[in-house]
Structures are given as C-alpha cells and as structure tokens.
C-alpha cells in the first residue's frame, strides 16, 4: 500500500467514531475499508434509495439534506474531514437512506465499510455500536432543534406576510405595524407579574410581539370605497366596517386549523376578534365585557388607538402625544382597561419616542 492510501486510512485514528475504542478494532477497521473518491457536485447518496455503507470523510466535506413536504430539499448539516454518514442504513432492516448526501465544490475521498464489514467491527467491540448509537441520538437532536427553529422562522415570516397584507390595502399606515408591535411589546414586559395579568409570561410576550400586526388583517375584506373613504361613514358603510374584526379571526382560524404550532397564531386570532371590544362593553364585534376580554386584545386596544390617533388617516389628520395621551386617560373605564391605560402612561415618553423615530416630518 503507497503512502498516500495509508494517510488516508489513518485518518480513521481521529475518527469520532473510533477514538478511545480498542486499538485492535481500529487496526481491523483500516484493513477493511475501501476508498473512493468523489467528484465535485455529484450526489454519493440518495434518500429514499437502499444503501449497504457506512462513509468515513478522508478528505474534503459533504452536504447533508433531507426532503420535506412538497419534495423541498432542507439542507440539515456540513460534514467533514473525520465525520461518518450513511450508518442508518446499516442498522435498520429496510436499508433505506435516510437522508441525501452530496460533494460541494470540491473533491471528496471516503473511506467505506460495507455491512459485513461493519457487523465484523460490531463482534469486536460491542462499546462500537453504542459509540455510534449514541452519535446517532446526538446528531438527530441536533436536526430536531434545528428544525424547530426553522419552523418557529416560518411562522414568524407568515404571520410578518399576513399582517402587511393589510398594509399594503390601506398604504397610509405607513409603520403602523411596526409600531404596535413595539408597544404592545412595552406594555406586556411592564404589566408582567401584576395583578390581573398572571398569564403574562416571556412566551406571551414573545407572542404578542409577533402576532400585533395581525389585529386589521380582516382589512382586506373591506371594500376600498369603504376603508379609504376621506370622509365620514355612513351607518351601513360603518357596519360594514366593523366586519374586519370577523374577516381576520375566520382568516386565522383557518390557518389555525392546520397548524402544527396553534400558540404562534393563537394570540393573534384573539387580537384580530377582539381589539375593538371597550372595557364597558359597548364594543364589538361580541360585546365582551372587562376582564371577559382576552388580555392580548385590550392591550392591543390601547397600542392600536394611540398609534392611529397620532397617524395620517384618509378621514382625519394627524394629533399631538399630549392630545392622545389626553384621549386615552378620558377613556380609562370605558374603552380601555383602567390598568393598561396606567401601565401607558406610565410608558408614554417611550411611546412618544416610538412613534417620531419612525414617522417622516410631513
């Protein structure tokens, strides 16, 4: 044997694998392998395809991908120079690969061990099979956190797309969205922990943040004459209107109904329903009534009024912090939660430094 195939099989010294097993296992594990060598882009294995390897990486590094729903590629790891793939196939009865492994831009050379010559390695050190289970095990948990993070991403993107939907039906909400999204933010991290909000925890927080700029998503059921009207509406166009509350919690629940993660839009549809709902009960669309409102809403109540109290609208012009501010307070009891109007004045600055950051001189 030349040279340079004893340094490749060396490479099996500082295998993950093999270090710390019996030496003589490693001696026999050299003496088994194969090499090969593969092409740049090129696919060594395939999903769903039988197999009968186990690839220990001598040179170069692989990309690892398994398919999700519609036959999407989701790329799951890198792997180098000492890592294995291909052991799954080895171990259950169908031999069927498990995930697709392909060359990047490079040369590849592995070092292989079909699956005689894997059982012989197993009768030598039974410590080999639990080296690699426990391999397996880590590696899977690795795939499952990653793919719950990207899961979390995509209902974060979703519910991101959904709410400038209605931005983008009513263009003079400018920030609109982005603002509320803070404020809601500001009031929940300030009402945590008091009494009356018990249920305000980090998660609902995080919720909350994500799931504001879903509250006018109904909107886009609105007819443009009604929503963008300059002037004052008319009784019918009003009630008309008031349907938008209706629209996005039906919209939500439909997606709810399919959601592997119902809390990320959970929230949302409560805010979506229930925003305009009034302390006193002469809200809509349901006429809840204090405490009978769900938290989420009525703090949306309070973010959601003074952000279009001091914006641009179709019917009216913008006014002052100090006239919203005004405002607010003489609804305390009425239309807001006497506790949420004081958790906002108590954050008034903050919001007055909110809304100009993000608002051009006109």
């Given at each position: 044997?030349?040279?340079?195939?004893?340094?490749?099989?060396?490479?099996?010294?500082?295998?993950?694998?093999?270090?710390?097993?019996?030496?003589?296992?490693?001696?026999?594990?050299?003496?088994?392998?194969?090499?090969?060598?593969?092409?740049?882009?090129?696919?060594?294995?395939?999903?769903?395809?039988?197999?009968?390897?186990?690839?220990?990486?001598?040179?170069?590094?692989?990309?690892?991908?398994?398919?999700?729903?519609?036959?999407?590629?989701?790329?799951?790891?890198?792997?180098?120079?000492?890592?294995?793939?291909?052991?799954?196939?080895?171990?259950?009865?169908?031999?069927?690969?498990?995930?697709?492994?392909?060359?990047?831009?490079?040369?590849?050379?592995?070092?292989?061990?079909?699956?005689?010559?894997?059982?012989?390695?197993?009768?030598?050190?039974?410590?080999?099979?639990?080296?690699?289970?426990?391999?397996?095990?880590?590696?899977?948990?690795?795939?499952?956190?990653?793919?719950?993070?990207?899961?979390?991403?995509?209902?974060?993107?979703?519910?991101?797309?959904?709410g400038a939907i209605a931005e983008y039906k009513d263009p003079e909400t400018g920030n609109h969205l982005n603002r509320?999204?803070?404020?809601?933010?500001?009031?929940?991290?300030?009402?945590?922990?008091?009494?009356?909000?018990?249920?305000?925890?980090?998660?609902?927080?995080?919720?909350?943040?994500?799931?504001?700029?879903?509250?006018?998503?109904?909107?886009?059921?609105?007819?443009?004459?009604?929503?963008?009207?300059?002037?004052?509406?008319?009784?019918?166009?009003?009630?008309?209107?008031?349907?938008?509350?209706?629209?996005?919690?039906?919209?939500?629940?439909?997606?709810?109904?399919?959601?592997?993660?119902?809390?990320?839009?959970?929230?949302?549809?409560?805010?979506?329903?229930?925003?305009?709902?009034?302390?006193?009960?002469?809200?809509?669309?349901?006429?809840?009534?204090?405490?009978?409102?769900?938290?989420?809403?009525?703090?949306?109540?309070?973010?959601?009024?003074?952000?279009?109290?001091?914006?641009?609208?179709?019917?009216?012009?913008?006014?002052?912090?100090?006239?919203?501010?005004?405002?607010?307070?003489?609804?305390?009891?009425?239309?807001?939660?006497?506790?949420?109007?004081?958790?906002?004045?108590?954050?008034?600055?903050?919001?007055?430094?909110?809304?100009?950051?993000?608002?051009?001189?006109?």
């Amino acid at each position: 044997m030349n040279n340079s195939n004893t340094n490749l099989l060396n490479t099996i010294d500082n295998c993950q694998l093999f270090t710390g097993l019996d030496p003589a296992l490693i001696q026999r594990a050299k003496k088994l392998a194969k090499i090969e060598k593969f092409e740049p882009n090129i696919t060594i294995i395939r999903e769903g395809e039988t197999g009968d390897k186990l690839f220990f990486i001598a040179q170069g590094k692989v990309e690892v991908s398994q398919k999700l729903y519609f036959q999407i590629a989701r790329n799951i790891r890198i792997l180098k120079q000492g890592e294995c793939f291909g052991e799954l196939a080895l171990l259950e009865p169908h031999n069927i690969r498990t995930a697709t492994v392909r060359t990047a831009n490079e040369p590849v050379i592995c070092l292989t061990l079909n699956r005689s010559s894997f059982n012989s390695l197993v009768k030598i050190d039974a410590y080999f099979a639990l080296r690699l289970g426990k391999m397996i095990c880590e590696r899977d948990y690795e795939s499952l956190q990653r793919l719950k993070d990207d899961f979390g991403n995509a209902y974060k993107s979703t519910i991101a797309a959904l709410g400038a939907i209605a931005e983008y039906k009513d263009p003079e909400t400018g920030n609109h969205l982005n603002r509320v999204s803070t404020f809601t933010r500001e009031l929940s991290l300030l009402l945590k922990g008091q009494q009356g909000f018990e249920s305000i925890d980090e998660q609902f927080i995080e919720l909350i943040t994500l799931s504001s700029p879903l509250h006018d998503i109904g909107k886009v059921g609105i007819p443009d004459q009604i929503l963008l009207k300059p002037g004052k509406l008319t009784t019918t166009e009003w009630e008309v209107m008031k349907q938008h509350t209706i629209f996005g919690a039906e919209a939500i629940k439909k997606i709810l109904k399919n959601s592997c993660y119902p809390e990320f839009l959970g929230i949302g549809h409560n805010i979506a329903l229930y925003h305009q709902e009034y302390w006193d009960g002469t809200g809509y669309p349901e006429g809840l009534r204090g405490d009978a409102i769900p938290i989420e809403a009525r703090i949306m109540a309070v973010a959601d009024v003074y952000d279009a109290l001091r914006s641009v609208r179709p019917y009216k012009k913008p006014i002052t912090h100090e006239k919203s501010k005004e405002i607010i307070i003489n609804k305390r009891g009425s239309h807001f939660d006497p506790r949420i109007v004081d958790a906002f004045v108590q954050l008034e600055s903050s919001f007055e430094s909110i809304f100009n950051r993000s608002v051009l001189p006109i």
